[in-house]
């Protein structure tokens, strides 16, 4: 399968410092991919930098096999990727307008924005939320709100950087089953950034384990969870006394 | 007290007699005032996101005068635009000095430091985080300047009111530059202080019961672009 | 949507204000909308550099229009003190000067700063005080009455601005040898208005020339004049032109014009007329050699 995303000799430096040294690393097409491991990993500059949202310090990034000029993304690659984050960090408007946005600013008809807009408030079960203040919204509802606008550009990834660790315990239960369902049904490809073995062991299908900026593990969720290696065992068999693995 | 009915009873008299001198001073004040702070948005504003978003070299320095410049002192500036355009100064070949571009220059120069500084603190504010979530949504650079500057509309706006506010208090830089000529450069505040000096307090109390409500009027309206519409 | 609409209301209002100011110079006064009926060529522009007494008596408010329509000059009036319009005649920022401090005046002249030196009119000086006159001056000696209240130690505000009056007022203090200074004598640093008005509320003597007197003796109901009519106290008018060899940018022409206009003899009876109405006694009188 051809990946979508792909590293090459990746590495990201800043202040001299290494941040990320990544030798291979890819994203393919429908899976649901996790990244996990400790604070200060470097999971949050791998993601940005996949989503070419930062430039590499050296090495090549490939998308569908070409390599894309450092520094020089064109604005329609960067328009198939959408982003959510630990914060909403919505704008002052209704839901609507925030919900919107990603399509007005690729300028679709107003029409079809009312339509799609309907739609995902729908699906995230936010629709009596419409004409609301987004700022004004409680901490689930806003994170609703921030994934149906990340979702409503039908991304080709999605890339969720602890978009549920805010939340507190059964508003994020409710969120994540109503994620699953929703992202499974729209076949989205999604890379999810997390530090919870619980969130990740639900929703990703393919995981990697990130200790000091580099990937020490990657592989279907359940084998790596199950059996991690020496590098990543530490790290993943202090989550597991919490949380005993059971899908 | 009986020289403030007095006053606010002259006022009337000036505005409903339709006093033709009145009426041209008023009308030479509001464009003024309204083409200074004018030019000092469509300079500081730019200016001011600019400073606020960006890290340049110099950068700091130059904040660093533009606050300093918030304080600075109308006579001061009046002094510097005076001998600018002196006939013996360096621009004295434009014979700028007693005009009412004068006073627009005086008035920018203590205005402009204010809409910069004010916009570049708000913009300031602006997490690095925003700034990734809605490049990340797709938009342009214009078009997160574009929702940058309408999610700062109420800090923008009461810079742009501060600006003003000091634009149409000012008198000393007024008084400098434009020699408060009648028909000419004579505007509400040097012409207070003219009626003061000539002991005609009744003339002067009017005058400033008609800059307070054309100062009101502007700021109203300013107060009411800046608290519209917000949603609950 | 209605935001922006509005938005470009005010825009667009903005442009308008911004238009209509293209052309202040001539869209303002009323004089300028009577020059529209009559196409004459644009005005030039002269700038006259005078005391505060001319303008805050209204004098000027008579005079300059005439001058203006019969001219086609359009003058610009810098009311200062005297001190600082000579000094702007000096450096050629100036056309043409009207001042009253014939002293200072001469140094300009025979510095060849200025020429067309002409006397033009004259009114007076007055010496006023509190009511209750504590340094018990009167009569018409002023030096006599200055000795005594340095002598008193009464309350004295002085302009303190290097004005004509204020520099009448040294001139006498110099003539009787007294360095004045102390808690008693007030330096305002203001107009002849604003000096006025701090007499009255300190209660104190002050110098000052009758038509600002006059004007605002409605307002000054503490003070009455004390002292008048000595030779002393004559308050000579000069007009002169800024010499155009030394600057080349002065507006000679028009100048030599403002000149000739204030001694020609049609001037002299509208300056002796001025103010008769309303005070029932003139302001300034005709003074011309």
Redesign the interface.
Known sequence: MNPLVELNNITYKAQNKTILDIPEFQICAGEFLGIMGPNGAGKSTLLKVLAFLENQSSGAILYRGEVIPKGNVPLELRRKFSIALQQSLLLDGTVFHNIAIGLTLRKMPKTVIKEKVAHWLELFGISHLAKKNALYLSGGEAQRVNLARAMIIEPEILFLDEPFSALDFPTKIKLMEDFKGIIETARTTAVFVSHDLMEINYLTNRLAIIVNGEVKQSGPTPRVLEHPNSSTASFLNEWKKFYPLAR | MELLIDGIKKAFDMILSGDREVFAITWLTLKVCLISILISTLIGLPLGILLGLTRFKGRRILLLFINIGMGLPPVVAGLWITMLLWRSGPLGDLTLLYSPTAIVMAQILVSLPIVTSLTCTAFQQISEKMLLQIKALGATRMQTLIILIKQLKIAILAAIMAGFGRVIAEVGAAMMVGGNILGDTRILTTTIVMEVSKGNFDIALALSFILLSVALLITAALTFLQQRKRIS | M??KR??AV?FAL?LL??S??GN??TK?????KEKKTAPKPAPT?M?LATT?ST??SGLL?VLVPMFEKENNV?V????VGTGQALEMGT???ADVLLVHAPAAEKEVVDAGNAINYKRVMYNDFILVGPKENPAGVSGDDIKAAFKKLADSKATFVSRGDDSGTHKKELGIWTAENIKPTGDWYVSTG?????T??VAAEKKGYVLTDRATWL??E???DTLQIVVEGGKDLMNIYHVMQVNPEK?D??NSKDAEKFVNFMIDSKTQDVIEEFGKKEYGQSLFFKYTE
């Open positions: 209605l935001r509005y938005f005010l903005m204000v911004l209509a100011c202040t110079d303002d006064t009323a004089a300028a522009e700038i505060t303008q805050d408010d359009k610009k009036t810098i009311a450096k050629g920022e203001q107009g002849m208005g604003q006025l008005q004007a605002q409605k307002n000054l600057h940018k002065v």
